[in-house]
């Protein structure tokens, strides 16, 4: 691997280096733009050029057929993503994040069939989600976060059986949550939060067997909140607040042993607390840094409801 501190500007000489499996120049503070010559080392396998203050378009990256990890987070690349990434086959581990991409997402990403992880969150890339990327059929983490994407979200995304982490927190998305997001057996975390998703919550959402985190919050949801919610063993983070939720709080949430934070602030539910709450462990004011795991129930924001009658006692 070669290992390059402390430089102020990426050589073009590097690009000469034709046998270079591995590149990483992480965490350093090099300006400038990256030489094309690189894209074109056709035996790398990982380029990793994270967390500089590294500028200009992505070139045509598709020449590096070999690549199988390309970090290029937290600098300040423009321009668009370029459509030959569909060329980069090895491709596992993408992570284009906390750039000034711009752009829309180009569908040939549908072409990295042995992809795991893909990070393109906080950067300015607009338009549709590319339906082709349910055909990643590898792919464990998708994070397009904190961009100005719009539209629906693809019915087909929620088929990826593999998807363990799904964010799409903080864009312009809208329409309804499709039925289909009960599909993703695996998923452990859900980010879609403040969007402009309208209707009610799916109950198929009760499917997520493995769910840990969930975070509908910031959206114009609206219907009761679906029981089935309270089969989510593992979750432990519940927000759904400031939508249109209505109705009770469902009996069910009893069940969720795990639980350590719920928010349901700023909707318009109403109606008694459930004396199942009483079921979930103590609540404590401010959760312990330190704590892999909370057993313990540590925040309730059910604030700015239209709750009725007596908090019920553990």
Not at 11 to 17: F, H, M, V
Not at 241 to 259: R, V
């Amino acid at each position: 691997m070669a290992l390059l501190p402390h430089l102020s500007s990426i050589s073009r000489a590097i690009g000469n280096i034709t046998q270079l499996k591995e590149l990483d120049l992480s965490v350093n503070s090099l300006t400038g733009i990256i030489p094309e010559r690189i894209f074109h080392l056709d035996n790398l396998q990982k380029l990793a050029m994270s967390s500089n203050d590294l500028s200009g378009f992505l070139p045509a990256i598709g020449n590096m057929k070999a690549l199988e990890e390309l970090m290029l987070r937290g600098n300040d690349l423009t321009g668009s993503i370029p459509f030959s990434i569909e060329n980069l086959s090895n491709m596992q581990s993408l992570d284009l994040s906390f750039n000034k991409l711009t752009g829309a997402i180009p569908s040939t990403i549908g072409n990295l069939s042995n992809v795991q992880e893909i990070n393109l969150a906080y950067n300015n890339l607009n338009g549709f989600i590319p339906q082709e990327i349910h055909n990643l059929r590898e792919l464990r983490s998708l994070s397009m976060s904190s961009n100005n994407l719009s539209g629906p979200l693809p019915p087909t995304i929620f088929n990826m059986s593999s998807l363990e982490y799904l964010s799409f927190g903080n864009n312009r998305l809208s329409g309804a949550l499709p039925s289909e997001i009960g599909n993703m057996r695996a998923l452990q975390a859900l980010f879609l939060y403040n969007n402009s998703f309208i209707g009610p919550i799916s109950p198929t959402i009760g499917n997520l067997s493995n769910l840990v985190i969930l975070f509908l919050s910031f959206n114009y949801l609206n219907g009761p909140i679906p029981s089935t919610i309270g089969n989510l063993a593992y979750l432990e983070d519940l927000n759904l607040l400031s939508n249109k939720l209505n109705g009770a709080i469902p009996s069910s949430f009893g069940n969720l042993q795990n639980l350590f934070r719920l928010r349901i602030t700023y909707n318009k539910l109403n109606g008694l607390i459930p004396s199942s709450i009483g079921n979930l462990s103590a609540i404590m004011p401010v959760p312990s840094p330190t704590k892999l795991t909370f057993p313990e129930l540590q925040v309730l924001d059910i604030s700015r409801n239209a709750f009725a009658g007596s908090v019920p006692e553990r």
